[in-house]
């Protein structure tokens, strides 16, 4: 494969989601010029974008394209014109059914506290300074797909409204194995959640994250604890925590939680992986886990820093470019050691930023860095 074959579709969306992108754009083209790396970068639409010119949240054409390239990045969907659509037309369903049809069945979700800025976090310092934990949360099953599904009216003329929570043993084993492989690169401890004193999906959850642990991750310190236990947990002691693992519903509620304990939403990067498959080639897409904040698009406001970080991770595990990865992880260090910051982090005696401003100081950083 040579190194133009590097294969990556762009899908800016709604809101924020252009204007943060282009600061990536910034980057690659940087990285070209300056580390010798290309790319192949196409652009399509998804959310409501996607909406106002296909009249779909996510084309066929542009569906085909995400399960051709090698890694997608995204960088949000939604936005007040869009809401009152009914649900199978809505901005989110573009991205769900990326989800889905790539089959990205890990989503890998950083919560980390960037020492510069653990003074932004709700928590005190001490409990997140320091702060690195890896959310892996099943992303292609669970109540977000299970069927039966549906409102019904009832005879009576009220309503019922039904979702269904399912799992099976090799989804439950395939994620697991995700997370037992991280934690071995980590500290080596990987905490599963779910609700198995009342669910039974969730006692399935523990009892085959607990074989394929007996099976073929006996090295790593694995334990259980009941989802909302784990909620708690996670403001009380944050840092006791590798690698957490749990489900789609659990993983959404349990990574906006971590999220919010780094003080910098607008700072965080997520991966959503699919198999392996028999080129070695795995299915991938990059989003920050901020929304399209329409209140601020269009405004050169928005922190880029979590869509620069979502590449980084492309980087990382799509092109298995490691250093250049850190390079960049290094470089957005720099600029925040700096007190540049966005309205989103900004603190007392820090320089407030504009979104291109943030990609300017990145990249001197990256060159400083290559110097
Ligand atoms: C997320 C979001 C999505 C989800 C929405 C936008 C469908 O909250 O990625 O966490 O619930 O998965
Ligand atoms: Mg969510």
Redesign the pocket.
């Known amino acids: 494969m040579t190194k133009a074959n590097k294969t990556l579709l762009m899908l800016p969306g709604d809101g924020i989601g252009p204007e943060v992108m282009e600061e990536v754009r910034r980057v690659i083209a940087w990285l070209e010029k300056r580390r010798g790396v290309t790319f192949a970068v196409t652009e399509d639409l998804v959310g409501g974008a996607a909406i106002d010119r296909h009249g779909a949240p996510l084309a066929d054409e542009t569906m085909a394209k995400a399960l051709e390239v090698d890694a997608v990045l995204l960088g949000a969907?939604?936005g007040p014109k869009w809401d009152n659509l009914d649900f199978a037309r809505k901005p989110?369903r573009g991205?769900?059914r990326l989800r889905k049809e790539m089959e990205l069945y890990a989503n890998l979700r950083p919560a980390i506290c960037f020492a510069a800025l653990a003074d932004a976090s709700t928590l005190k310092r001490e409990l997140v300074e320091g702060l690195d934990i890896m959310i892996v949360r099943e992303?292609t099953g669970g109540v977000?797909f299970g069927t039966p599904r549906g409102i019904e009216t009832l005879p009576d003329g009220t309503r019922r409204g039904v979702n269904t929570q399912v799992y099976t043993t090799p989804e439950i084993r395939r994620v697991a194995a995700v997370a037992f492989e991280l934690a071995a690169k980590r500290q080596g401890r990987v905490t599963s959640c779910e609700k198995a004193n009342v669910m039974e999906s969730g006692v399935l959850w523990r009892e085959e994250v607990q074989k394929l642990h007996d099976e073929r991750y006996k090295d790593i310190a694995l334990s259980h604890m009941y989802a909302d236990n784990c909620a708690m947990q996670l403001v009380r002691n944050p840092k006791q925590f590798d690698v957490i693992v749990t489900d789609?519903l659990f993983g959404?509620i349990l990574?906006?939680e971590a999220a919010m304990l780094t003080g910098s939403l607008g700072m965080l990067p997520s991966a959503s992986l699919g198999a392996v498959d028999a080129s070695g080639r795995r299915r991938a897409l990059y989003?920050p886990?901020h929304?399209s904040a329409p209140d601020i698009a269009g405004h050169n406001a928005a922190n880029p820093i979590a869509t620069i970080l979502s590449f980084a991770m492309a980087l990382r595990y799509s092109f298995d470019l490691e250093e250049e990865a850190q390079r960049i992880e290094t470089a957005v260090k720099d600029v925040l050691a700096k007190g540049m910051r966005t309205a989103d982090i900004m603190q007392k005696g820090a320089a407030r930023v504009s979104t291109s401003v943030m990609g300017d100081s990145i990249l001197l950083a990256l060159d400083r860095l290559a110097a």
């Open positions: 969907v939604g989110e991205l769900l992303l977000y789609n959404d990574s906006d989003e886990v929304g």
